[in-house]
């Protein structure tokens, strides 16, 4: 035991040691500093590899039968292995590969952005992912309950870690792996954009409010065409291209309007919808369909820096969503000048951003954003590509949604009132989870608050085309949204609840999920909460995590 407790205290000091170059490969890469990044991955290797030889010999393995000391050695070592697993299998690979694919590599030169170092990085990419999703496993069995506290602290700490860094490195294999094919590298590509309008929601964030078609090849990216959505003919596909579980949900309109074909929170349903009305109207061919919205806009405006419009308009990061979303209606009477303007936007943005003058890294950092917000979803017409695009958090809500497994529900929002008021709408979820029945499952309350911040007099004072002045229903100045809220596999319907008392709503099973989804309106200045019940698919506690509809400010606590 003597021997033992003298390896544990040297492996506890290695394993210390570890921890602040850890903490400094991270900083260096963050810093574009590849060799720094490279040093301290080198000397993390060492630490963890020292720690993993003083917790593996024959006594410490011997030691580990020893009843309740024995399973904290046995962690102990299990811990110091997966440590140096990542570090050598998963840390030092990327760090090498940091020096070789630096930020600088995705900066467009001479109109294209060089694929070749892309693809090249795909197996280390790849490789790192398994090693790490291996250990995250791994990590996940030790079991917590016969470990004394600092112990389970460590593998708590350490399983948190690798959680995080799971899904990180698991889209950069995804990256290295689609972006060469999917910007031309094996041949031309050709895909739409919808930029999104949030003053008008939609589950995946807002109603198309232009279009456009790039043409990817050899890294070169160019714009072809760019349209309006008042250029597709209203009504006219069938509601034959829908599938039925969109029907049921959303009813028809998704496959008669070019404007609804993001109310299904399926970006696969979406993207194919928009590539199927843009070759009926447009032709050619479209091997993919990309999301965004105005809030992604300013990103990315934050590292492209201003530009300048057709108009004369200067668009900056800060100024973006306010010009786009609401001054745009007050500032150009006509539908046909609203949306050129916002056509001259998107199409300056996508400018600035394959001019190569934009900072690199701080345009992928701002891409992370986007996408981790689901201001950015994508589709694509390649089966292959599409398997890999559905099992990211960028493949939709619904599929962030999937990932989060028994504890993910989705909150998504559509506009019923059939114009831009959602500039003035705020919105804040919150979720409960209480075990208190015979069965052991619990009962989940996910809340759902909305207000109306509009002026009292909006019906007069907002233009037409922000109110609709009552077309579809919806009193001129107050706001209509359908709140749809889908349950992880195997969850029951609990119910719903407004203000606390019971209200009628519409209750439709997919697969086996549960889709519940009921309406509201607003009046200037109200506020309600609607509260959607549901019973936990197995006993046990569960912590339910929420994805919802991106809106035009970030959601408030409920």
Do not use: C
Not at 38 to 67: K, M, Q, Y
Not at 87 to 109: D, Q
Not at 112 to 128: C, F, G, N, Q, S
Not at 497 to 520: C, F, H, I, K
Request: charge should be negative.
């Amino acid at each position: 035991m003597a021997w033992v407790g003298v390896r544990a205290w040297l492996a506890k000091g290695e394993l210390e040691a570890a921890v602040p170059w850890a903490m400094a490969v991270q900083s260096a890469i963050g810093e574009a500093n590849p060799d720094a990044a490279l040093d301290a991955s080198t000397r993390l290797v060492d630490r963890t590899e020292s720690a993993v030889a003083l917790t593996g010999d024959p006594i410490w393995r011997a030691a580990e039968v020893v009843p309740v000391v024995g399973a904290n050695l046995a962690a102990v070592r299990v811990l110091s292995e997966e440590l140096h697993a990542v570090s050598s299998g998963a840390i030092e690979p990327l760090a090498e590969l940091a020096g070789s694919l630096e930020s600088s590599s995705f900066r467009p030169v001479g109109g294209a952005i060089d694929l070749e170092p892309l693809r090249e990085a795909a197996p280390v990419a790849k490789d790192a992912a398994r090693v790490v999703s291996a250990s995250s496993v791994r990590v996940d069995q030790i079991d917590r309950a016969s470990l004394i506290g600092p112990v389970a602290d460590a593998a708590d700490r350490l399983g948190n870690a690798l959680e995080q860094a799971d899904s990180l490195t698991d889209a950069l294999a995804s990256a290295t792996h689609l972006l060469p094919s999917m910007l031309g590298l094996d041949g031309p590509r050709d895909y739409v954009i919808l930029f999104q309008n949030n003053a008008e929601l939609r589950t995946a964030g807002g109603i198309p409010g232009a279009l456009a078609k790039i043409h990817a090849e050899a890294g070169a990216i160019t714009l072809v065409d760019q349209v309006s959505t008042s250029a597709f003919p209203r009504g006219a596909m069938t509601s034959q291209t829908v599938p039925a579980s969109t029907t049921q949900i959303f009813g028809t309109t998704a496959g008669q309007f070019i404007q609804n074909v993001t109310m299904d929170p399926d970006f696969s349903t979406a993207g194919a919808l928009a590539a199927e009305f843009w070759t009926a109207q447009r032709g050619g061919t479209v091997d993919g369909v990309i999301a965004v919205d105005p809030v992604g806009m300013s990103y990315l405006l934050a590292a492209t820096g201003p530009v300048t419009l057709a108009n004369g308009d200067e668009l900056t990061a800060d100024n973006a969503v306010q010009n786009l979303l609401v001054d745009v209606y007050s500032r150009f009477p006509g539908e046909a000048a609203q949306d050129d303007y916002f056509a001259s936007a998107s199409g300056a943005v996508f400018s600035a951003l394959t001019n190569g003058n934009a900072d690199a890294g701080s345009l992928l950092r701002a891409l992370a954003r986007a996408g981790d917000e689901h201001r950015i979803a994508l589709w694509s017409a390649h089966d292959d590509e599409q398997a890999v695009l559905a099992s990211t958090t960028l493949g939709g809500l619904l599929s962030a949604q999937k990932l989060l497994g028994p504890e993910g529900y989705g909150v998504y929002l559509n506009d019923t009132t059939g114009a831009k008021m959602d500039a003035y709408l705020d919105v804040s979820v919150g979720q409960t989870a209480t075990v208190e029945r015979e069965d052991g499952r619990a009962d989940v309350a996910i809340e759902v608050t909305l207000t109306s911040t509009a002026p009292a007099d909006a019906a007069a004072l907002l233009p037409e085309r922000v109110t609709a002045a009552g077309y579809y229903g919806v009193p001129a100045g107050s706001i209509g949204t359908n709140i749809t809220v889908y349950a992880p596999d195997g969850a029951f319907d609990g119910g719903v609840t407004r203000d606390g008392a019971s209200v009628g709503y519409a209750s439709v099973p997919l697969g086996t999920q549960v889709v519940n989804t009921a309406p509201v309106v607003l009046a200037p200045g109200e506020s309600v909460t609607l509260t959607f019940h549901f019973i936990s698919a197995s006993p046990g506690e569960v912590d339910p995590v929420i994805v919802t509809t991106p809106l035009m400010t970030g959601l408030g606590a409920a």
